[in-house]
């Protein structure tokens, strides 16, 4: 399977411990993005990658958020400190940018519960 | 800010039935549009997109959408719904030439199709 992967699928932890997520992107995609989606609603941007560059955050993405791509392949999205609002699915998205048009195609998302 | 509006949270319908989804968009710009569906258990995958050209897109599964850029709309459609189209329909916008590749997506619109 080609497509974007994310690890892991669910996460359960505990209110104040950190978590760590991570996404492989397809294999030629340069770019990379972070959504988050909570029930009821359509998934809201984060956070996005040109190769390792992070380019732009949303207001959404509190300092407690810090997302990285060291070598322009995966991201690791790591939330610090997690309190029960930030339980949700974290999708994961890829794409190849060709002159400003473009798809994102996107992974399977992580799971967080925060008890 | 750029807003996407989905009127329709929860469609009911019966197999053969005709589907039309509601999608309305607040950019004034020029946009990139989108459909993706989340089938039960599944990750988001695209249906169709409009880049430009015919306003009129045909996707897969049947689908078709119409960018009707007098009324900011992208409504999804299809003549005759079957069982396994139950999923959740999301809609989203890209600014298509400001020079950021986020996504905006709507709230989504969960389909039932009873057989």
């Known amino acids: 399977d080609t497509g974007v992967s994310q690890d892991p699928r669910h996460k359960i932890t505990k209110r104040g411990q950190n978590v760590t997520f991570r996404c492989d992107p397809i294999?030629?995609?340069?770019?990379l993005y972070w959504y988050r989606q909570t029930l009821g609603q359509g998934p809201e941007f984060l956070t996005y990658?040109?190769?390792?560059?992070?380019?732009?955050k949303s207001r959404l993405l509190s300092d407690r958020f810090s997302a990285e791509r060291p070598k322009g392949s995966f991201s690791t999205l790591e939330i610090q400190r997690t309190e029960q609002g930030d339980s949700a699915m974290y999708l994961c998205?890829?794409?190849?940018?060709?002159?400003?048009?473009?798809?994102?195609?996107f992974g399977p998302g992580t799971r967080l519960l925060v008890l | 800010a750029q807003s996407v509006s989905q009127h329709n949270h929860h469609v009911i319908l019966s197999e053969a039935a005709s589907l039309e989804l509601g999608c309305n968009y607040s950019?004034?710009?020029?946009?990139?549009l989108f459909w993706y569906v989340q089938y039960p258990g599944q990750h988001l995958q695209l249906l169709l997109k409009?880049?430009?050209?015919?306003?009129l897109v045909k996707g897969i599964k049947g689908f078709e959408a119409e960018f009707i850029k007098s009324k900011f709309s992208f409504n999804l459609r299809k003549p005759s719904v079957q069982w396994s189209d139950t999923a959740e329909y999301f809609c989203?916008?890209?600014?298509?030439?400001?020079?950021?590749?986020?996504?905006?997506f709507g709230t989504g619109t969960r389909l039932k199709v009873l057989a």
């Open positions: 998205a890829s794409s190849q940018s060709a002159g400003g048009v473009e798809t994102q195609y």
């Open positions: 294999s030629e995609h340069n770019r």
């Open positions: 990658f040109q190769n390792e560059a992070q380019l732009e």
């Open positions: 950019y004034g710009g020029t946009v990139n």
């Open positions: 409009y880049f430009s050209g015919d306003p």
């Open positions: 989203a916008v890209n600014e298509g030439a400001a020079g950021t590749y986020k996504y905006i």
